[in-house]
């Protein structure tokens, strides 16, 4: 009798630290500026290979504390590789595009919670999003410089904030993740020009920091040309252009 009794433990010790060490992989696609799961339920220990399939770059990056990650821009059909080490809710994006938003939820090991969970996670998260109500009458006439700057504010607020900050002075929510710092665009010293390259190219391409996105396949002409009217209003006065 005591002699099963000890064997039944060693058999459960040793299924759960099989299914310990038997780590999964998951794979999760960047398709269509969205990721092919709202939400995922991992174990810890598991990790998610995020595989870009779209024919533009990705960044994909989470502040969440139980997984803090930026794993920088990467091309169509690559993938990398993110494993999960402590068991809570962490919220994935992209820095390129706002609205991309996934959940993975990891559990310490119980299967039948994990199932659950995943069904009430499902579809719920981020349901609020904010949208102002903006009318036809706050428009400027459309090719005025004033209606450049008040578009390009919007393609900021949109694309930007992330980073640079709501005021654009580089203290963003995202900005800790980064070494340099996204640059403080009050006090920019940069021209026109070199705005429009490092916004097109990123910064890996002008050697500067690889967290700078490129942004030529993402944003029109228009809009580029507009954020530059936007960056040019809200510069300091007391900056002398390059
Ligand atoms: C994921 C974070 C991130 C996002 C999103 C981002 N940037 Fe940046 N940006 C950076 C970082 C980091 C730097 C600093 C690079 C360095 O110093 O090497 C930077 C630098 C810049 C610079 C150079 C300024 C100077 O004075 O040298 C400009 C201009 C700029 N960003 C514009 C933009 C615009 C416009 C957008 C939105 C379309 C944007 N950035 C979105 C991270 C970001
Ligand atoms: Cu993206």
Redesign the pocket.
Known sequence: MQNRGVSNFVFILGATMASVIHAKDFEVAQKDKKFSQKALTVNVGDAVNFKNEDPFVH?I?SLSDTKTF?LGSYPQGQAKKVTFDKPGTVEIEC??HPDMKMIVEVKKMNKAIVALATLLIGGQLFAAEVKSSVSDADFPAKNSPEAAIYRGSI??H???????GVKAD?A?R??K??N??????V????NDA??EL??RRG?KA????E???P?DK??TNE??SD??A??GSIRSPTIEVK
Request: aromatic share 18%.
């Open positions: 960044n990056f930026d820095s390129i393609v900021f949109y694309y930007c904030e992330l980073c640079h580089g963003g995202a900005a993740l980064y340099p710092k996204p640059a403080n665009l006090m920019s010293d940069k070199y705005k490092i916004i910064g002008l050697a500067r920091s967290f700078m996105p942004w993402e944003l809009q580029i954020v530059i936007f960056l």
